[in-house]
C-alpha cells in the first residue's frame, strides 16, 4: 500500500535535496507543532533516505542507486571525474541526467552539461560536499545575518575542515601553493583546508553528509513530518493570491491529489524551482533570468621527489579514503574572481608507464570555477506547448559567455599553471575549460533581492514578491554571481525563510483548508 498523502499540512516542501531539507529541519527544531509533508519525485536510494551514495560500501550498490538518480537518463554512460569530461563527449556524472535541451538555443554557448538528479537527498546524494564560505562580491550585501546563517548551514551539513588531516602531502600541497598565492591576499582569503561536509566515524571511514544530515534526528523522529518520495507536484496551488498547498502526482500509482498548506516551499534545483512556478502561472519577469553558473578549468600535476611521492607503497591512505584525498581550498577574490578546489586524487586522470605507479595521493587535480557575469539575457525558459518527461513545461536554456567571461577564463588558465607547477610537475600539456554545465552550480533563476522592483523573484526571506506563502529555495536564489560552491550558502537562505515561516505559524498564518 502507497501511503496516502494527507489532506491539508502547514507547510509542503517540494523537493528533497539539502535545500528544502533545511526548511524541514529548521521547522522541526522551531514550530514542532506544525505538520509538514515534503514530496519528492524520485525515488529513495539511500539508508537513512537522503544519504550520500559514496558512503554504500558495495559498489554494485552504489551504482545501482546512481542509476536509479538518473531519471529518465538512467542508463545512460556516465563519466566520473571532471578529468574525465575532458573526452568532450556531452555526458553526465553518475547520479545525474542532462537537460535534453541544454545547448539547443543557436547562436549561444549554451549549457551543454546542464544536469540534475530525481531522487531523494537530490544532488546531495551524489555531490563533493565542498562547503565554502562566499567572500567579496560573492556575498549578499543586503542580508546583514549572513554570516550567522552561514554558521548555521555549516551546522545543518555537517561540516568539518580536519576529515583530511591525515592525507598523504596535503600540508605540501597547501605550503607550495600558499607560496605562490597568499603573498598580496588579506588573512581570510589565504590558502587554507577545504571546509567539507564530511566527517571520520571512530573507524576511520569517510561518512559524507547528505540530506540525512541535514534533515537529522530532529526530523526523523518528528511525527508531524511526513517525507513522501515518488511524488511529483505539478502545481502550486493558490487561492485568494497566497498559497493554498500543492498538486501532487504519485507515480507509482498515477494518482493526482490536492493537499492543502499555508506555506510551500518549492526547492526543486535551479531549473525545476522555476519550471513549477511557471506551470502554476506564477511568472514574475525575473523568474529564469541571470542564470549563472561557473566555467570551470582544470589542470593537474604530480608531485614527484618529496618525501613517499616517488613509491607506490609511500604512506598508504588513511582508511576508506575514495578518489580524493585531500582537498584544497583558493578562496575567491574580486581581484582574482575565480574559486580553486584543489583534490589530490587517488589515480591519475591520464595514463601514466605500468613501471611508474602513483603514489596515492601525489597526483593533484586543480579546478578553478570562475564568476559568471551576470546577464537577464542568460535564462532558462519553459515552452507552454512542449511538456518535458515528467509532464511539465519543457525548459530551454539560452546562455553565453561574454567577453568579460573570456578574460576571466583566460586569466585562471594563467594562474591554474601557475599554481600548478608551484604544485609538481604537469601532466597536461595545456589547462583544459569544462563544457559549460560541469560544475553543476545553476544559481540565478529565482534570485533573492531586496525590493520588488523586477530584478528578483524573492524577497530577503525567500518569499516570492506577490505571493505570499509561496517560498523558493535553492542555488537559484542567490543573487550573486559566485565563483564558490553554493550549496552552504543556499541552506544558509533556507535557514532564513524557513525561521520567517516558524515565526508566522507561532503568530497563527493564516490555516490551511
Ligand atoms: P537538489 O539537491 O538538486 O534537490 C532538488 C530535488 O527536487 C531533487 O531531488 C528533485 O528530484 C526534486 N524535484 C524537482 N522537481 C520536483 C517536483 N516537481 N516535484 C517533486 N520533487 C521535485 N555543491 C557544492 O556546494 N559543493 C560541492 O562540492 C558540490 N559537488 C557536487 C558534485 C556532484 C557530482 C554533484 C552532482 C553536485 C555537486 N554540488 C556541489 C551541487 C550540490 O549537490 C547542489 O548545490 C545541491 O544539492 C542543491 O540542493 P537543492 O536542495 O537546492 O537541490
Known amino acids: 500500500m502507497r501511503p496516502r498523502y494527507p489532506d491539508a499540512v502547514d507547510v509542503a516542501i517540494v523537493g528533497s535535496g539539502p535545500s528544502g531539507s533545511a526548511y524541514a529541519r529548521i521547522l522541526s527544531e522551531l514550530a514542532p507543532d506544525a505538520t509538514i509533508a515534503m514530496f519528492e519525485a524520485g525515488p529513495t536510494v539511500s539508508s537513512p533516505p537522503g544519504a550520500h551514495v559514496k558512503n554504500i560500501a558495495d559498489p554494485a550498490a552504489r551504482a545501482h542507486a546512481q542509476r536509479r538518480s538518473e531519471g529518465p537518463g538512467a542508463g545512460a554512460e556516465t563519466v566520473d571525474s571532471p578529468g574525465e569530461v575532458k573526452s568532450g563527449?556531452?555526458?553526465a556524472r553518475p547520479g545525474t541526467f542532462l537537460l535534453p535541451e541544454g545547448d539547443a538555443v543557436a547562436g549561444g554557448d549554451g549549457m551543454p552539461v546542464a544536469a540534475m538528479s530525481t531522487n531523494v537527498g537530490g544532488m546531495s546524494a551524489h555531490w563533493t560536499g565542498a562547503c565554502p564560505r562566499p567572500g567579496g562580491s560573492e556575498r549578499i550585501?543586503?542580508?546583514?545575518d549572513l554570516d550567522e546563517l552561514l554558521s548555521e548551514a555549516e551546522r545543518l551539513l555537517g561540516v568539518t575542515t580536519d576529515a583530511f588531516d591525515g592525507s598523504p602531502f596535503g600540508d605540501l600541497v597547501r605550503e607550495r601553493l600558499g607560496a605562490v598565492v597568499d603573498g598580496a591576499r588579506s588573512e581570510g582569503d589565504r590558502v587554507a583546508r577545504m571546509p567539507l561536509a564530511v566527517h571520520r566515524r571512530d573507524d576511520g571511514a569517510l561518512v559524507w553528509s547528505g540530506s540525512d544530515v541535514v534533515l537529522g534526528d530532529a526530523t526523523r523522529e518528528n511525527s508531524r513530518f511526513a517525507l513522501y518520495d515518488e511524488s511529483l507536484v505539478t502545481r502550486v496551488l493558490q487561492r485568494g493570491g497566497r498559497a493554498a498547498g500543492v498538486r501532487v502526482t504519485d507515480r507509482v500509482t498515477g494518482e493526482t491529489s490536492d493537499v492543502a498548506a499555508r506555506f510551500v516551499v518549492v526547492a526543486a534545483d535551479a531549473l525545476r524551482t522555476p519550471q513549477l512556478l511557471w506551470a502554476s502561472g506564477v511568472r514574475p519577469d525575473a523568474l529564469g533570468r541571470c542564470l549563472n553558473d561557473q566555467t570551470q578549468v582544470v589542470f593537474a600535476v604530480r608531485i614527484r621527489g618529496a618525501s613517499g611521492a616517488d613509491r607506490a607503497d609511500g604512506d598508504a591512505p588513511a582508511a576508506g579514503l575514495s578518489a580524493t584525498s585531500g582537498v584544497t581550498w583558493v578562496p575567491f577574490t574580486d581581484d582574482e574572481p575565480f574559486?580553486?578546489?584543489?583534490?589530490?586524487?587517488?589515480?591519475?586522470?591520464?595514463?601514466v608507464a605500468e613501471d611508474d605507479p602513483i603514489a596515492p595521493g601525489s597526483v593533484v587535480g586543480l579546478g578553478l570555477f570562475c564568476a559568471k557575469d551576470l546577464s537577464r539575457d542568460d535564462r532558462v525558459e519553459f515552452a507552454d506547448d512542449r511538456a518535458d518527461d515528467a509532464g511539465l513545461p519543457a525548459p530551454r536554456i539560452r546562455y553565453g559567455l561574454t567577453p568579460r567571461d573570456r578574460?576571466?577564463?583566460?586569466?585562471?588558465?594563467?594562474?591554474?599553471?601557475?599554481?600548478?607547477?608551484?604544485?609538481?610537475e604537469p601532466l597536461d600539456d595545456s589547462p583544459f575549460v569544462l563544457p559549460l554545465g560541469s560544475s553543476l552550480h545553476y544559481q540565478g533563476t529565482t534570485r533573492m533581492g531586496p525590493s520588488d522592483d523586477g530584478e528578483s523573484v524573492c524577497g530577503p526571506d525567500s518569499e516570492v514578491w506577490g505571493v505570499p506563502g509561496v517560498f523558493v529555495a535553492g542555488n537559484g536564489v542567490i543573487p550573486t554571481a559566485t565563483a564558490c560552491n553554493p550549496t552552504l550558502t543556499s541552506v544558509a537562505l533556507a535557514v532564513r525563510g524557513a525561521r520567517e515561516i516558524a515565526d508566522r505559524l507561532g503568530r497563527g498564518a493564516p490555516r490551511s483548508t
Open 407 to 424: 578574460a576571466v577564463i583566460e586569466r585562471a588558465r594563467e594562474q591554474i599553471v601557475r599554481w600548478g607547477r608551484a604544485i609538481g
Open 141 to 144: 550585501a543586503f542580508l546583514d
Open 339 to 351: 574559486h580553486g578546489q584543489i583534490m589530490q586524487l587517488d589515480a591519475s586522470p591520464i595514463p
Open 89 to 91: 563527449e556531452r555526458r
